[in-house]
Structure formats: structure tokens, C-alpha cells
């Protein structure tokens, strides 16, 4: 009844006008719901894209401090070792030992994210703190530097790999 009172007049006439109508009406149903889409997916788009920027930054801040802190152990190393073949012995007193376990601190505030492979990580950085703490010549620092690099890079590679996936 009311399709027919829209459609034709009083005298019983098609109203094309009105059919135009109806097809505006819907196309501006189908725009409207087009829009509320595309406003979800671009607020969506935005939260993954500051995930992933966030993700990206807390991976380059570990690389870095792993860097500085395998450099450490190797200018330390080299200097400790300058002319000598072999181990020297190291103490306690050493600067480098505070200095790698502030760094080693550091790396644990970074790891907040609760992975499995945040947990190897973890794992490793507390492996090294030990070895640190144990520390009896050059090449325990060897073993710490070999421990930490191995476990920044499968991180890295894991991390990388889960980001990639997001994108």
C-alpha cells in the first residue's frame, strides 16, 4: 500500500521521480554503511600501525644495548689481554662488572611483552647476570658476550618475523 502510494500518483501514473528517490535513498544507505567500515578499519589500521612502530623502536632499543654491551666486553677484553695470549684474571673491583650489569638491567626493563621468546631472552640476559657475577678471567667474559649476542639475534629474528606477520 505504501509503495504503491510512492510510486504512482492520484491519478494512477508511474512516478520515475520517485523511483529515483528510492535508488538515491539506498545509495546513500550503502555510502553510509561503506563509510562506518571504513572509519573501524582505519582506526584498526592506525592501533596496529603504533604496535607495530612501538615493537620496531623496543627492537632497535635492545639491538643497540646488546651492541654496547658486547663492545664493552670486547674492548675490555682486548685492552685486558693487550700484548698477552690467553686469560688474565679478573675481580670483582673490575668497572666493567657494574657496567655490564647495569646494561644487563636495562635489557630486562626493555622485555615487558610476556612472549615465549621474551621469556629465552629473559633467560639468557639472567644466564649472563650469573656468569657475571662468577666471573674469574677474560674468556668468562667471552662466554657472556657469545651467550647475549646469540640470544639478542634469535630474538631479533622472532620478533621480526611475528611483526611481519602483523603487517
Wanted: aromatic fraction near 6%; charge should be negative.
Amino acid at each position: 500500500m505504501i509503495l504503491s502510494n510512492i510510486l504512482f500518483d492520484v491519478n494512477g501514473n508511474f512516478q520515475w521521480a520517485s523511483v529515483a528517490a528510492i535508488i538515491s535513498f539506498l545509495t546513500f544507505c550503502s555510502t553510509l554503511v561503506s563509510l562506518i567500515f571504513t572509519h573501524k578499519q582505519a582506526k584498526q589500521n592506525r592501533k596496529s600501525t603504533t604496535l607495530v612502530k612501538l615493537r620496531l623502536e623496543e627492537l632497535k632499543e635492545l639491538k643497540e644495548l646488546a651492541v654496547t654491551s658486547i663492545s664493552l666486553i670486547d674492548s675490555f677484553i682486548h685492552d685486558k689481554n693487550a700484548g698477552v695470549r690467553g686469560n688474565k684474571p679478573m675481580s670483582n673491583s673490575d668497572p666493567i662488572i657494574s657496567e655490564l650489569n647495569t646494561n644487563f638491567i636495562k635489557l630486562q626493563s626493555i622485555l615487558h611483552r610476556r612472549t615465549e621468546h621474551g621469556s629465552e631472552l629473559s633467560i639468557a640476559i639472567s644466564t649472563c647476570q650469573l656468569k657475571l657475577m662468577m666471573l674469574e678471567d677474560t674468556m668468562g667474559l667471552t662466554d657472556i658476550g657469545i651467550i647475549l649476542d646469540q640470544a639478542i639475534e634469535d630474538y631479533w629474528v622472532k620478533e621480526w618475523n611475528e611483526i611481519e606477520k602483523k603487517i
